[in-house]
Each structure stands twice: as structure tokens, then as C-alpha cells.
């Protein structure tokens, strides 16, 4: 096992399916010679030629579209957002389209297609460059929804959305892409779409999260267990399909329940993780259910104090999970 | 292929009243019966579900009434091809049916049965796919289908195949930036796609002069360096030759842009009322050069076929669809245990 | 008062409006002549000018742009979007920029712009006009958003978002715009964005809703007081600003809380009412949060018997209540 | 204004070394001077905020390097003509500046400082408004900028108003579909706009072959139906005077499409490397027709400046940006306490 970043699993994670299945194919902005602007695919057009590695004008609509139509010919595109910010003009491709096709053809078509993001702030990135959109497609059924906190987990379940057989959103978190390292087997694996992984054992509070807070969380908890608070931390890993087996297991077993994530607090993944266990675990409840999330602001303003002030950060995850402890 | 547009004689001439087919170039008599039986069986299909929705059995359709030489022109086209997919838009009734529904399963369509060949009930009719017959549209989204087909175009081409992707929109779909996208990517990979444009001069109430600040919507292939051309819509052998040439050239250099001049017979849809908006008149003179009609002049007049015969094939098409009506009102709905069916690929 | 069904009363608000301020306009495809589809701008373009009554080219990025272009230089535009399906090419101007424009200009800019669009199903719309979108619009800072069930509220609130200084979606069910009948007052009204309003006063559930499914809510009422059980029906009116403090009085009171909406369940509006539950009133409920909403089927299939299947319905949520009140 | 392409003397004959400034028409050598002074005031800034990227200071910044003939020129063409409405991309720091910052304005807003003009801190360097000087770009988000200038044009139209609306991007912004949608609406309705495009070829490493299949970007306004230009966009004249003959045009007949044939001499953005993508030597080329260069030649040449004045205008830049920098550097980041201020306008 080697020591690696969350952008090189990435990068690997392509290279290998791309290697292995020559209907896979990666188009997006900058993603040739360049590598992409964060060298997801730094490399991959020596490797494997400008005609799987294709720089695609700059048009989001018609890269969803023209991926989305590859795929019906049973291509296997990895469409990449430059920015996830950037999305926003493909969207009725992968609302619209994509997440319907196989739905509104009665399984005539198939989408085996895998949209890569960078998403998320605390990078200077200020309102256009730092964004949270997974809520977007957390609400799209039809889509699948991966956001890998890890090189490990991120290496793994890349290779499983790729092949699989839906549209897959995979937001990988800028900010942990040189951040975040970890060992990533030398071995080929896979990881399973739609299986959360606790990343800390705990029995008193259960915290669940997903991408860059999730490391925070793990923060939090340590500086908790040193005042004898037991936390345990879910990484959601998939967001669709909502692992709510573990969830509601592990809010049965501690009784109560934290939500940390990045995206505005409305409406998010959040809210939907509460009602879960508002509905499904409502006996087991010992406290309210407690969300700490980024504020109902535009994401993120660009000043370190005001970005600073919008991100949840282990202090402020400490803090919250001090108070549920306490209740 | 000329880089800019040419009109047919058709066109031309085509002040209205007493159009007339010319005989075609490479197509033999019997294909052009094997048309006028499959668009007289169109045009029944399509003016029968007009009433069914009347009778509160279709609860929506848009009518390809007054489109069906530049479907079937287009169509028949692709078949003579032999490899070609098609990216057909919600008016394409006519090249749906056309391209190999039964009448019977164009009816279930329309009434949302299960057996719906296109979405099995889900969507409107004759939306979603028709794999079969080579045929993708999956949702009524206006211009929606061009990159998409453009997309497929690339699929084909990475997978060594030599196939011509015809994508058919309105002239609303225009203004549309998916549309653009589309041409401008097509062109600069040189994609074997042609650009299909039923230009009727309506979006629904809006007339082509809120549409764009040109006369053709043909001249916009130059900005992109591939050729547009203009054809009467309602001539059947314009329309095929026009896209037989098209789809030779797309297959060894690259886009064209097809636009083919039509006339919507009918309201938008169902739930619409073109008397609010169109001028009066206006419907009727264009009428006057029903394909439908113009066809069957055609074939009597060159002798190919006999009133006696051009009559018959009329009461065999009523009479299929009549078997068809009665088969699809018959039929059950898709089981509502299905809802859940499908919203994921295995 | 007179007797006026929905789409009178929004006509009624557009019209006024536009007689009251020069600067309001309507653009948008086939709202001139043709009046809209659903006729909500009938008899304007003739009482106007096609000046202010723009029929628009069919291309909805340009049409919410160029609405907003023009709200930034003090006009007052309503974009109407043809069916809420066919928003979603013009969502880069209405959620990454109309949204943040104040925001990201500290100020400086404001965007007094009302986007109608006819939303829901129920109608044999199919999966392109049956759509629910409004959480995308929830969940968005910077927007409002309003959906009223009956003709009065409509009024009222639509005078209102088009004299608010901020993008405000509103969002009209298409099967209230001639279904839904009531009382409309002769003389000016307005009513106040973000005030939830109490349709049924009750003392053992309280149910939320919205729009067309509000009705179904107080059918199901009813069926309920028949059987002795008191239910209260909360109607939202303006999703944003989300009204907590009638909902969390009324949860409060009741101590039983049923959510409910036809839009898709995950991740929904009804997740975070009951989140705001689970995290605000937590104390104080007597039972599970229960969600009657939309399944998780991309909206929403044509054949009658998939569209009942997928639609909620007083008897649907009348099961609901009935189970929560035996809790 | 004639509906093809122009090219000016100077782009015929650039190749490169030695260009040279035309005198202008309808300029005075005050006129130049001050241009000058504002152009060079423009490159210290610009060169210090990449040093100062590199210090960690400012987070981002993309330069005007190599666009500024093209920026300034159509900005002093908007000043003289008094009644124009700007909407600048981000790659505009030039014409931003020279349109009426301080240059301490200008660093707060590179560092994220309070007081930063354009957002107060909350965007990227000089992204948001300045309404004082007639400026909205409110977002980075390639080509959203065009259907709100188009916007802005009309709501003046609807005021009563004869604005001009100048609204710039680069060669990468063509390709989304918006930049059709909005020329397709002011072709239609003969909107007062002038559509910039500061062509350099690039699209961060994407190059404009796989961004167009056309020579000219310009050739594209036939397909609205308005008139097309192309300009030497390293030459400060044509660029002023490109401008001037468009806003005449815009005023009285409609849309202009005006395309502006620069050089990027520098990285995409600080976060960029552009030796990964870019042939060796083409950057140095481009320098040598950098237009500050040129115009200080141009300046003494004429005799309108020595070669002595030159030097202490540039000296009075450089002291000028080093007294902002340490003003910036001084200056307090916004409140937290105002991270929930003006989601909502009261
Ligand atoms: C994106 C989108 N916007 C609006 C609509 C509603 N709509 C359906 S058809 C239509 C007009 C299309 O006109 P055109 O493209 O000319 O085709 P035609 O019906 O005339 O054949 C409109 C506005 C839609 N389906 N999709
Ligand atoms: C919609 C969108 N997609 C992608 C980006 C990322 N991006 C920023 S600048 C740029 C290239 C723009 O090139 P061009 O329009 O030629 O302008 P230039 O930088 O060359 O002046 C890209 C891809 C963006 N900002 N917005
Ligand atoms: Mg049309
Ligand atoms: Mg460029």
C-alpha cells in the first residue's frame, strides 16, 4: 500500500477503468494536454489519445448532452465539471435527461455515465468557485449521488460508478484533493455505491457526514472522546443510495444524532438525514437532532474572515456535539 | 454539396395551389406506393387520435399534419441509407409510425397503455425510445435531442461504425443554446449528424419573425463552415433527395444543416387554439399543397396507381386503424405496481 | 367579493400591477397573443403593448437573463417559464446569479424579478409537465419562494413578490388554476411573503402542506374530524421565507406532525419541516414525524394508473393521519 | 457600418516585431497621454498582484496583459461617447481600473479587503458592480454576462434611454449557448449592444480550433443578421475607433458584433502554468507587440511625449501601485459579522 491523495486516487481510478474498458472515455474543459485544472486527468491524452481524452469546447449543456447521447450508444463517459459551480447550464441534461432515460423508457436505455465535480469551499474560492450542490441531485431520483471523503474510498467507489449502469454525480471535494492523503491498496478493488462506512466507532452521539467535513467530524470526536465523550462517526460515502440501514442503526444505538455538512443548512442532505431518524428511529431519540451546517448564505464568500465564518470547522462541530452531549 | 442553400423547383414555384410531385431520382415506382401507404396510414392515425382526444380517450397530441413529406422524405431516406439513427422531436408522429409501429401500438401510445412501445405508459406519446427501429427521443424538452445525438453520433464513431444520425427540431427549437452547442461541436469534430429543422414558422403562437432576425434559418450553417440548405417541405422527393445527399456527405465530411419549409395544418396540439393567433386564410391556402393529396395526384397522374387502387389503400389504412382504436381502448393501463420499475438500471 | 379560480386571480395581480408601476413586464414564450398557455397573461399584450408583454424566443436562459439584465437596470420583470419543467436550461441565471446578485455586489445590485411558472401534476402532464421543482428553490439563498393553493392567497401574494426587491419564484400547481375556486375581495390586497397561514385550526396533528396537496390535506381533515380526530392544516404559502414560528407553534400545540407534498420525498421541503421538528420542538412531540409525499419516481409517469399510484390523495393522507393519530 | 469583416492596416501588416500605433482620428494628444498614463498605471497594478499572488497575498488573479489596446481602447471610445453601460468578463482588469478605481481600491479588492468596490469582499478580485462607473459583472461564470447586458439594453430601451450597452468575453465564452441566445434576442429586437470578444485564441489551455470550426469569429453576426467586425486588438486606434463606428451603429440600428484579436501574454490565472499546453516561443513573440510598448513608442515617435516624460509617468504608476499595496496590505478583511448581510435587498 502507498500513501496517496485524494487526487491521485481519482486519477488512477480513471486511468485503470480506462485501461480496462475501452468504451470509457473522458470529455470536459482542459482535460487534454492540460490534465484538467486540478490534473484529474493529467497524463490520460498521452496514455490513451485525444480521442478518449477529448477537450470539449467550453459548453456545459452540450457536454452533458453529447456525453448523455454517448452513452445511449453504450459509450461509458466521464463528463467533468470544471468546477461544480459550473454545472448549472448542463443541468437540464442531468435532471432532465439523464436521471429520466432509463425511467422514461421503461429501461430501454441505460445512462453508464459518471459526471466528476470538484465541489465545496474553504479554498478562496469565494461565491463562484467553492459551491455545494449536492443537494440538487440528493433530490434527483434516478441519478446517483457519491461523495468520497478518502483517497481510499474515493479510488474505490470511482471504479464502481464507472461501472455502473446509472448516472452517476461523483463530487470529489477540492479542498481535501492535496489536503487529504491516505493509503490506497496496490491491489485493484472496488467499493460498493450505497454502503456508509463508520469511520469511528462511538456510543453516545452519532455524527453523520460526507466529504471534507467528514474529517472535521473526525476532529471534533477526538477532542470529545478527551472529555469522555464517546461519538461515532458515519461517513455517508454515497449519498444516493442513502445508506439508512447504518444510519438509523447507529441513532438506535447512541440515541442521538448530529448532521455536519458544508451546503447551506436548508433543505440539504441534512434535513433529510433529521427526518429519517425523526420518522424511523423517533423512540430512540434521546436528544433533538442537532445540524451543523453552513449557513442559509450564497456560497462562500471570498474574504478569509467571512469564508472562515461560513465553514463548519472542528471547533464549531466540538461545539455543537458538546451541547447534544450535555442535553 | 453546395456550402449555400438551393431551393428545389418546388419550392420555387410553390405559390399554393395545384403543387404537383415530380418523379423522383432512384427510387422505383413500387417505393413510392410503399410511401403513400404508409402516409395515407399516417395521416388516418393521426387525424383519428385528433378525435379520440375530443372524446376524452388521448389526453394529448400534436399532430404531424402538413409535416408528413418531410418525415417521410427524410425517412425514407434512412432506410435507402441503411444506417442511420434518427433523433426524431414530439411533431415526428408521421416518421414514427412510419418508421415501423403498428397502428395498434401507436394507439396504445397515445392512451397511455401498457405495451407502449416507446415508455410502456410513462411519458406522452411516442416519447421516450423505439430502439427496434433505431429511434431515441427520450423527452419533450425543446431542442434537448440535439446534443444528444450529436453524443450518439460520437458513440458510433468510437465504435468504428459508419452510422448518420438525423436529429429533427422545429424552427422554436432554434433559438434554443443547447441547438448551437450542438452544431458548433458537431462541426469541429466533423460528426456525421444532420441537422433537421421542420421549419413551420410557428412555436406554438410565435411566428418566426420573434424568432430570429433572418429570412433562412439555413444561412446560420455557415457560422459553423458546414452547408445549409433549404428545401420545400412538402415535397416528398425534395425532401429525400435533399437528405439522401445530405447523408452521404455527412458521412465522409461532416454536419449538415437541412432546413425543410412546412406547414402546421393543425393547432399546436390538442390544447390548443390556433384561431387565436394565426391569420384566417391561412390554414386553408396551405392545404392546398397537402402532401397526402399532392402525393396521390402524383401516382395517378404518372399512372402508377389508379384512383380505384389510391382508394383502396385509403379504406385499408381507415380500416387498420379502426382495428387499432378498438385493440388499444381494449388493452389494459400499465399496473400500478410498476411505478417503481426501472428508476435504475440494473 | 366575487368567486374567481386561480388563474383569474393571478391575472388579476399581473394586471394591476402593471397598470400601478410602468416599470413591471411580462416576458416569455407565447404570453402575447396567444395569452400564455394556461392563459395567465390573456387580453395583457391587447392592454399593454408587445412592449410589455414580450413574446419571447423559445429559449429560457436568455428569457431569465435577459430578465434579469433588465432588473438590474430598475425594471420590474416577471419571466414567465412555460411549464416549471422547462426551467431548468435557465436555471444558471435564476440559482447562480439572480440569487447571489445582491449578495455578491454586497448591495449594490437588486433584482425586484417574480418568475411564474405552472408547476405539480396530476394533470396527464407526463414526466416533462408534471414537475415539482421547488426545492431547487428552497434550498437556494437569495431567492423566495412562494406556492399558494387558493385564488386569494395567489393574489395577494403574487402583488406582493412583484413589489418585493428580491428574485421571488412563483410557483403555480396547474391543477388549482381552474380546479380551485374561492372568494377574491373587489378592492386591493396584499398579503405578506413568509407568513404560513392556518386553513384549519385543530389540537391533536398538525399537518404542512402547500399548493394543490393543501387541498387534499383538509379533504383528509374532514374524513378525520368524522372520526373524532382534531387536525390542524398549516399552509406554507411562501416556502422561503419558511414561516418556523406558525410550525413550530402549531407542532407545539399538537405534539403529532405529518408533512405533505407531491414533490419526490428525499430530500424534499417536508425533510426539513421535519428536521425544524426533530430539532426545535423535539421536546414536544408525541410521535414520529410522517411524510405523505411524492415516492421516489422521477415525476411523474402519464398512464392514470401510474399518476394515481404516484400522487398523494385525501385518502392516502388521510391512512397517514389516521395511523399517526393512533400512535 | 458594413456587414463583413474589416481588418485594420495594422493587423494586416502585424507580424509581430515592430508594430507601431497609427495616429488617431478624433483623438487629441491629450487624449493619448492620458490613455497612457492610465495604461501603464493598469500594467503595475497588474504585474504586482502576480507578485503578490506569489507572496500569498492575493488568492487569484487573471491578467489584462496583452489585452489592453483591446480594453482601453473601447473604454475610451465608451467615455467619449458618454451615455455607455459596460459588462466587463474578468479577464477585464485593464479596462475595470482604467474605468475609475484607485489603484488602493483596486488592491483592497485583490486582497479580500472591507471596502473592496466591487463585492465588499465576498467575491473574486473586482467581480460584482461598480455602478458608479457604469459597471455590473456579477458572476465569473463564462458567457452569463451576455443575456444580462442584452437585459440591461432593453430596460433602458423601456426607460426611455439611448445607453449603449458594451458587453465583453473571450474566444472560450462563444461556445456556450447563451452567447447565442442573447445576440439571437437583441438581433430580433435591434437591441443598443456591442458584443466584445477579446479573441486570444485560448480557453485556458483549450485552444480555438477545438473551440470553433470558423476562421472568424466574427463571420458569426450573419447569422443574426447583423453586422461583424474584427479588429487588430493590439492596436490601441483600431480598437478606439472599431468602437466608436459600432456605438453609432448600436444606437441606430442594432447589435454589433466586434472582435478583438489580442495576445495573452501571461498564465490563464496565477493558478494556471501555461507552459504545459502552450508552444514554446509564442509568448515571447506576442511581447513584442505588447501595446504598452508600442503606444510609449508611438508617443515619442509623434513627438507627443520624451522619452524623459515616458519614464515619469510610468515612475508615478509604480509609486502610485507600491503606496496601494501597502494601503491594502493595511486595511482590515470585511466583519465576520456581515457574513449574513444582503442575502436579501430590504
Ligand atoms: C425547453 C422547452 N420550453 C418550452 C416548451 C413548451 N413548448 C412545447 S412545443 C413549443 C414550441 C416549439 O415550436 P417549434 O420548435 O417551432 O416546433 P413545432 O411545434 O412548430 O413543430 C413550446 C414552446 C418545451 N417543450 N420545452
Ligand atoms: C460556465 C463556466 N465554465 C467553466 C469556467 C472555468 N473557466 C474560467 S475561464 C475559462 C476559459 C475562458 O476562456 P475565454 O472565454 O477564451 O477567455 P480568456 O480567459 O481567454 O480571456 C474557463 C473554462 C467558468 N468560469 N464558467
Ligand atoms: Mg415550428
Ligand atoms: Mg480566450
Keep these: ?327 | 454539396m453546395p456550402r449555400k442553400r438551393t431551393t428545389t423547383t418546388q419550392a420555387a414555384d410553390a405559390n399554393g395551389a395545384r403543387a404537383k410531385s415530380r418523379l423522383p431520382k432512384g427510387l422505383k415506382n413500387a417505393d413510392l406506393v410503399d410511401y403513400y401507404t404508409r402516409l395515407i396510414q399516417v395521416r388516418s392515425i393521426d387525424e383519428r387520435i385528433w378525435a379520440l382526444n375530443r372524446q376524452g380517450k388521448v389526453p394529448i397530441a400534436a399532430s404531424a399534419q402538413g409535416h408528413e413529406a418531410a418525415q417521410l422524405g427524410s425517412l425514407l431516406a434512412a432506410e435507402k441509407d441503411g444506417d442511420c439513427f434518427l433523433f426524431p422531436y414530439y411533431r415526428d408522429l408521421a416518421l414514427k409510425v412510419a418508421a415501423g409501429l403498428t397502428p395498434a401500438q401507436t394507439m396504445m401510445s397515445f392512451m397511455g397503455k401498457a405495451g407502449d412501445p416507446y415508455s410502456n405508459g410513462r411519458q406522452f406519446p411516442l416519447q421516450g425510445a423505439d430502439l427496434p427501429n433505431k429511434i431515441i427521443q427520450i423527452s419533450n424538452v425543446v431542442a434537448a435531442g440535439l446534443t444528444q445525438a450529436v453524443g450518439y453520433a460520437l458513440g458510433c464513431r468510437m465504435a468504428g461504425e459508419k452510422t448518420v444520425v438525423l436529429v429533427y427540431f422545429g424552427d422554436g427549437a432554434t433559438s434554443q443554446g443547447e441547438t448551437h452547442e450542438a452544431m458548433n461541436f458537431a462541426s469541429i469534430h466533423k460528426l456525421p449528424v444532420i441537422f433537421i429543422c421542420e421549419n413551420n414558422r410557428y412555436a406554438i403562437s410565435t411566428p418566426k419573425t420573434s424568432q430570429m432576425a433572418i429570412e433562412e434559418f439555413s444561412d446560420r450553417a455557415s457560422s459553423y463552415g458546414f452547408p445549409g440548405i433549404t428545401v420545400d417541405g412538402m415535397d416528398l422527393v425534395s425532401c429525400y433527395e435533399a437528405t439522401r445527399e445530405a447523408i452521404t456527405h455527412a458521412r465522409s465530411q461532416g454536419p449538415v444543416l437541412l432546413e425543410m419549409l412546412v406547414e402546421r395544418f393543425m393547432s399546436h396540439t390538442t390544447d390548443d387554439d390556433d384561431r387565436r393567433y394565426r391569420p384566417e386564410g391561412e390554414v386553408e391556402r396551405a392545404r392546398e399543397r397537402d402532401p397526402v393529396v399532392t402525393l396521390a395526384r402524383t401516382l395517378i397522374d404518372e399512372k402508377i396507381l389508379t384512383q380505384k387502387q389510391v382508394d383502396a389503400i385509403a379504406a385499408a389504412a381507415l380500416k387498420a386503424t379502426d382495428e387499432a382504436t378498438d385493440i388499444a381502448d381494449a388493452s389494459s393501463p400499465p399496473d400500478e405496481s410498476g411505478l417503481h420499475d426501472m428508476v435504475y438500471s440494473p
Design chain 1, 1 to 327: 500500500m502507498a500513501v496517496k491523495s485524494v487526487i491521485e486516487a481519482v486519477r488512477e481510478a480513471i486511468r485503470e477503468e480506462m485501461a480496462r474498458d475501452p468504451k470509457v472515455f473522458v470529455m470536459g474543459e482542459d482535460v487534454g494536454i492540460r490534465g484538467g485544472v486540478f490534473l484529474a486527468t493529467q497524463g490520460l491524452a498521452e496514455e490513451f489519445g485525444n480521442d478518449r481524452i477529448i477537450d470539449a469546447p467550453l459548453a456545459e449543456a452540450s457536454i452533458m448532452g453529447i456525453a448523455l447521447g454517448a452513452a445511449f450508444r453504450g459509450m461509458r463517459p466521464i463528463p467533468e465539471v470544471q468546477f461544480s459551480d459550473f454545472v448549472w447550464p448542463s443541468i437540464n441534461q442531468l435532471i432532465g435527461e439523464a436521471a429520466r432515460s432509463c425511467y422514461g423508457t421503461h429501461g430501454a436505455l441505460q445512462v453508464p455515465m459518471v459526471i466528476r465535480m470538484p465541489y465545496g469551499g474553504g479554498i478562496r474560492g469565494g461565491l463562484f468557485h467553492s459551491q455545494n450542490v449536492e443537494t440538487h441531485f440528493f433530490h434527483t431520483p434516478g441519478l446517483k449521488v457519491v461523495a468520497p471523503s478518502t483517497p481510499y474510498d474515493a479510488k474505490g467507489l470511482l471504479k464502481s460508478a464507472i461501472r455502473d449502469n446509472n448516472p452517476v454525480v461523483f463530487l470529489e471535494h477540492k479542498k481535501t484533493y492535496r489536503l487529504v492523503r491516505g493509503e490506497v491498496p496496490d491491489d485493484e478493488y472496488t467499493l460498493p455505491l450505497g454502503k456508509a462506512d463508520i469511520k469511528r466507532t462511538g456510543s453516545t452521539i452519532t455524527v453523520v457526514s460526507y466529504g471534507l467535513t467528514l474529517h472535521y467530524c473526525l476532529e471534533a470526536a477526538e477532542e470529545l472522546a478527551s472529555e469522555g465523550v464517546d461519538v461515532e462517526v458515519v461517513d455517508l460515502r454515497t449519498l444516493t443510495p442513502l445508506d439508512t440501514e447504518t444510519i438509523l442503526e447507529s441513532v438506535k444505538k447512541t440515541g442521538k444524532l448530529a448532521v455536519v455538512h458544508e451546503d447551506n443548512i436548508t433543505g440539504g442532505v441534512g434535513a433529510e438525514i433529521a427526518a429519517l431518524a425523526a420518522g424511523q428511529a423517533f423512540e430512540y431519540l434521546d436528544g433533538p437532532v442537532v445540524r451543523i451546517c453552513g449557513p442559509d448564505v450564497p456560497t462562500m464568500p471570498f474574504a478569509q474572515t467571512l469564508e472562515d465564518a461560513y465553514m463548519p470547522s472542528p471547533d464549531k462541530i466540538a461545539d455543537g456535539l458538546r451541547k447534544l452531549a450535555a442535553y
